[in-house]
C-alpha cells in the first residue's frame, strides 16, 4: 500500500526543499561546501533523536492490568539541557519499582497517553484525536524506541514491549533477555545526587563506555533504560562521548500503580532482530513505511506521486 | 637521586603485594524462617564509606565476595529492596559471615529537583501549594494570590481564569457553605498539599456527565498531618497610634474633624480547626479596634442552594461619611467582633448533616466631610457641604442548618436558614448649602441629627431533590420563608436661623412572604437534553408607612398597602452537547400577575400579563481554548419601589413618591460574548470579554429641587439606555525568577437620559481602565510585588451649558517588597499611591505600610506599622457628568500593633 499526504501536511518535505538548495549551491561557491561538510560532520555525530519518524496514533495494545504497586518512583530527565526545566529534556523517564516487577517508561508518553484517553472521553464523537497532548520535551511528536518501548524487569530477565513508529506497527514485538546486563567497575569518587551520596561504577557495554553515579544507600539493582546490577541505584548514567545522558529527577516512595498494557497484539522476536528494526526505522522511516508524496492532477485528483527517502545517521545507545 | 628512586620503587612494591592481598568474605543472606531472599551483599571501608565490592546472593542465599584491600575493617552491609540495609564491621580477614534478615521496605523521602508546579489531569487543575509558597505566606490565601490563574479579591472572592468560583471544598466538603473566607484566611498554608480548580464542576453527583456546567470550584487538599487532628491557633496582639486620646468607651460625636481611633489598641483571635473523614468542625473568634474587617470573612460568596429571595421594601437610609475608596483598615473607627461555629458530619457515605453559626458584633465610627454640586436644571446648582460622624452599631445572627444526601442515583438537600440583624446609625453632621446661578439663595448652616433603626429579621426553608428516572432527570425545589423590618429614621435639624427647625420621622413596617415551587424534567436523547418545568411564585409584600414633618400639599405621607405577584412559569430548556460545542435553548412563558391594595387611596386593582423571556448560548470548547457567546430578553412588570403614592422620606434631603397610574415596565436585552484560553503547562491564562445591554422603562424617575432638598417623582415616560463594554485580563506565571504577570483592561460606554426640573437632559459617560501587575524574586531573599491601575471617566450631559464633558483620571499604584532577612526573619514594606486629578490638595496620596515577621519554634512575632507617613485625611473627586461629588474621610494616624501567635493545641 502507498501513503501519500497533500504536501503541506508532512513537515520533512521542508528538508527535501532545502536539500535541493544545498545541491543548487554545492555547484555555486567551493566554501559554502566546507561549510556545509562541516554541519554535515555534526549531523553524523547525531543526537538520540534526530530521526523523522512520527509517532503511532494509537499504541496497538489492549487494555491496561495493574501489575504491581510502586515501592519507589524515580523520574529522569532523558538529556537534560537544563536538569530545572523539563522542555528542555527530550524525555522525562520513570522507573517504576514494585515487589516483584520493574518497570522503565516514558513519563511524557504515558502522561500523553492518558490525556488522550480523557481527551477521547470529554469528546466522544471526535474523529481524530491529538497527535500528543500535555508536555512532549524537545522534538515530542516524533518517535523514539527510548520513549516508545516499555521494560519490563521481573525474575532475572528483562523484557522490551517495542512499539514502532506511525503506518509501522505491525513490526511491534517483544522479547527477553537476562538482567542485569553489564558488569560494572566500582570506582573511587562520589558525588550527591538528589541529597543521595553516589559513587561512581563504568562499564563497557554493547559498543560504548558509560559512566553511573549509584546511590549505595537505595538499596535497588536499577537504573535508567537497560542500565543496573550496581549496589545502589543508578541515580545519573552518561556515555562516555557525553551522546546519552540520563539524571535522576525526583524520587517518591508513595504507591503507585505500576501497570501494563496488554501487549498480546505484539510478536514475539529477538534483541537482534529488534534492534535492527529500530535502526533502519531511525536511518530512514520514510522508506521503511514506503511513503509517498502526493500531488494533485489537473482534475485537482490526488494522485501518487514519487517516493520519498531520507536518510538521517543515527547513533543509538547500543551500537551492537 | 637514586637512592630515592630506589626507595620508592620499594615502598610502591611493598603497597602492590600488600594491596594484592586477597580477603575472601562468604556467607548467606537468609530470612526470618531460614530462607533465602532477594538480596544483595556490599563491602565498603570502613573510614571512607567508599564501596570496593559487591555480590549477589544465589538462590540459597549465599554470596562470595574476593577484595583487596589494605584497611584494616571493613563495613558488610546486605541489601535488598524488601530488607533495607544491614551492615556489619569486620577485620579485614578471609571469614564466614552470616546475614539473618528482617523484611523491612525501603522509605525514602521525597525529593525532586523540581515539582511541575501546576499539573492538570481531565478537568482538574492541580497547583503545588509548596512552589508557590514563600517565606512571609501564613495562611493559604496568600499563597493563592501568587497562583496564576486565581485571583483573590480584596472582599476574599476568589475567581479563576475570570469567573467566580462556584464551590469551595476542603477535603471535598462544603464546610463553610460559601463563607470560604474563613478558609483561606485561617488554614495555614503549610497544611495544604495542592489546590485543586475543577472545572465543569457539577456538585451533584446524580447530574455528573448528565448535566454539563460551565462552573469552576476550589478544593483544598491537605496534608495527612493535617487531617483528622484538632487545631488551635490563637493571636494576641496590641498597640497604640499617634493620636487619637485614650480610653475604652465609645467617643463622643464630634463635628467630623477627629482622629480615627482610640488608644490602646488590641487585636485577638482563636481559631480551632478539625478535619477528619467524616467530621469537619471550624470554630473562630476574631476582634479589634484596629480598623481590620475581619467581618469580610464572614461575606457569604455563594449559596449552596437557590433559597427564595427575600427582600422587605425599604427605601429609607440615613446619610452618612462617604467611603473614600480607600481599605475599612485606614478609616474605620471600629470594635468587631466575629464569632462562628460551623459543622459538618457525615452520616453515611453520601449523606452529610451541617450546622453554620455566625455572629457579627461591631461599633463602627466614621468620619469626614462631603461637598457635592448638583446640577438643579436651569443652569442653577445646588452646592452642599456637609461634615459628618456617624457611628454604625452591628448585631448580625445568621444559623443555617443542612442536610444533604448525594448519591449518584440522587440528591437531597434542605436548609432552613434564620437570620437577624438589630442594627442602627446614628449620625451627627452640619450642613450648609447655597444655591448659585440664576436665582442665587443661601439656606445658612444647620445642624443635623439623624437616627436611623434597622433591625430585620429573615427565616426561609428549601427544600431540593433530583432523581434520576433511567436516562431523564427529576429536579424539585420548594423554597418558602417570611421576612419583616419595622425601621424608623428620625431627622432632627436645627436651623441657626430662628424659626425654621425641622424635625422628621419616617416609620416604615414592611414585611414580605415568598414562596416557590419548581420542578423539572429532563428527557436525553443522544446529545439533546430536553427540559421541561413549572414554576409557581407568590411574593407578598406588606408596606405600612408613616411620615412625620414634610409639607406635601395634597398628596399623602403614609401607605398602606399590600402589593402581591404570583408566577406561573412553563419553563422549556434544551440543550445539545456534541464534540466541542454546548447550545442551550431557554423560552420561559410566565403568567405573571399583580395584585394592588392600596388601602389609603382604596384602590384595588390586578393586572395580568404574559411573559416571554427567551436566552440562547453557545460554548465551543477545544484543547485549552473556550469560547461562548449569549443573548438574552427580559421583562419586569411592576416593582414594589414604583407602586408607592404617599411620599416616603428617602434621606432627610430627598423624598419620593413614585405612583403613576400605571405599573413601570422595564425590557431588558443583552448580549455577550467572551473566548478564555488556559494551559496549565505555561501557567498562561487569557480572558477577553464584550457585552451590550438595552433597557427601556415605560416612566422616567424626575428630580425637582425644593429649597435644598430634593423630590423624586415617577414621570409616566418612556426613558432608554444602552451600554457597551469591553474587557481583558491575563496572568501568566514563568518558573525564570518565581515571576508571575498579570494585566487587565477594559472599556465602557453608556448613554442614557436624566430628567431634571422637567428638562431631559441626554446623558453619556465613557470609561476606560487598565492595569498590570506581578510578582518577581530576583534574589532568593527578595521578592517584589507590584500592582499599578489607570482609570478614565469621561461623562458628559448634553444641554446644559456649563457642563463641559469633564475627565476624572485615577490611578493606583502600590509596590510591596519582603525581604528575607533569616529563614525566620521577614521585612515587608509597601508603598501605595493614590491619585486623582480632580482633586485639589494632595492629588498624589500616598502610604506607607511594614510589617516585620519573625517566626521562632513556637510563636510567631509580628509587628506592624501602618500609615507611615501619618496621612490624615483623604479627599477624592467623582464627576457624575451633572453632579460633582467631593467626599473627604479622617484616617487613622499612624500607629504600631505587635501580635504574637501560637499553637495552643
Known sequence: ?320 | MMKRVIALVAVFTAACTLSLAQTIIEGTVLGAQGKAVDAYVMVSQKETGIIIASANTNSKGEYKLEIQSKTDSLTVTAAGMNIGQMAKVIANRSQRLNFSVKEESVKLKEVAVRAQKIRQSGDTLNYLVGAYQQQGDRVIADVLKRMPGIEVSDNGGIKYNGKAIKKFYVEEMDLLQGRYGLATNNINAQDVATVQVLENHQPVKALQGKTLTNDVAINLKLKNSAKGTLAVNTMLGGGIQRSGGWGFGPHPLSDGQNTIGKNPLWTAEAVSMYFAKRRQNMTLYKGNNTGNDVSKELTQHYSSINSVNLYPFCPTDAVMPGGSGLPQQRTFDNHSHILTMNHLEKLFTDTEAGLNIAYYNDRIRCEGSSESDHFTGDNSRLLTSETMTSETKINNLNVQARYNWNAPNGFVANVLKFDTHWNSDHVEGLLSSERTGTAPMGYGDERVRQHFDRPRLSVSNTFNTIRNIGRHTLDLHFSAGYSQRPNTLAVDIDSLQEGTSTGYRQDVTSRHIAGNLHTNYDFRFGAFTLNYGVMAHASLHGIETDLDGFEAGNHSLRNDLWYNTYEVVIGQHYKFVQGHWRLSLGCPLNLYTQTLDDRIREDKHSYVHLLVTPNVSANYEWCDWTANVSANYSKTVGDPGGIYSGYIMNNYRSFQRSYVEQLSETDRMGAGASIGYRSSLTATFLRLNGSYSHTRDNQTYGTSYEGATSVVQAVDRRTEADSYKLGFDGSKGFDWLQSTLRAFCGYGYSTSERLIGGTVYPFHSRSASAGAGGTITPLPWLNFVLSSGYSWNISQTNGSIDNPAQTVRSASQRLKVNVYVTKQLTLAASVEDNYNNLTTENRHAWFGDATAKLKLKHVDLELQMNNIFDQRRYTRVNYSGLDIYTQTSQLRPRNIIGTIRFKLL
Open chain 1, 1 to 320: 500500500m502507498k501513503r501519500t499526504f497533500p504536501l503541506a501536511s508532512l513537515c520533512p518535505q521542508a528538508m527535501t526543499v532545502s536539500a535541493d538548495i544545498v545541491k543548487r549551491q554545492l555547484k555555486q561557491k567551493p566554501f559554502i561546501v566546507c561549510f556545509i561538510m562541516n554541519l554535515a560532520c555534526c549531523a553524523v555525530w547525531a543526537q538520540p533523536k534526530n530521526a523523522h519518524c512520527p509517532i503511532p496514533i494509537h499504541r496497538k495494545a489492549g487494555k491496561m492490568t495493574v501489575v504491581d504497586t510502586t515501592r519507589i518512583r524515580i523520574w529522569y530527565a532523558f538529556n537534560a539541557d537544563d536538569i530545572k526545566d523539563e522542555n528542555t529534556y527530550i524525555d522525562q523517564q520513570r522507573l517504576d519499582i514494585g515487589k516483584h516487577v520493574t518497570k522503565y517508561y516514558s513519563d511524557f508518553y504515558f502522561r500523553s497517553d492518558s490525556l488522550k484517553a480523557a481527551w477521547l472521553k470529554a469528546h466522544p464523537g471526535a474523529s481524530s484525536v491529538p497527535n500528543f497532548l500535555g508536555n512532549g520535551g524537545k522534538n515530542y511528536g516524533t518517535w523514539s524506541e527510548y520513549e516508545c518501548s516499555d521494560l519490563f524487569i521481573s525474575n532475572g530477565r528483562l523484557t522490551e514491549y517495542a512499539t514502532m513508529p506511525r503506518y509501522l506497527d505491525k513490526y511491534n514485538s517483544w522479547y527477553t533477555e537476562p538482567y542485569p546486563l553489564q558488569q560494572w567497575k566500582i570506582e573511587p569518587e562520589r558525588q550527591t545526587i538528589l541529597g543521595h551520596q553516589c559513587q561512581k561504577a563504568s562499564c563497557h557495554w554493547r559498543g560504548r563506555d558509560f559512566v553511573a553515579w549509584f546511590a549505595p544507600d537505595i538499596p535497588v539493582q536499577a537504573g535508567p533504560w537497560k542500565f543496573g546490577g550496581l549496589p545502589g541505584l543508578i541515580l545519573k548514567l552518561q556515555d562516555t562521548d557525553g551522546v546519552y545522558r540520563f539524571e535522576a529527577v525526583q524520587i517518591s516512595s508513595r504507591p503507585f500503580p505500576i501497570s501494563k498494557y496488554d501487549f498480546k497484539n505484539y510478536r514475539s522476536s529477538t534483541r537482534e532482530k529488534v534492534w535492527k528494526l529500530q535502526k533502519t526505522f531511525n536511518e530512514n522511516w520514510f522508506k521503511a513505511a514506503d511513503y509517498h508524496k502526493a500531488s494533485m492532477d489537473a482534475a485537482g485528483n490526488m494522485v501518487v506521486g514519487e517516493a520519498v527517502s531520507i536518510y538521517t545517521p543515527y547513533n543509538p545507545i547500543e551500537l551492537e
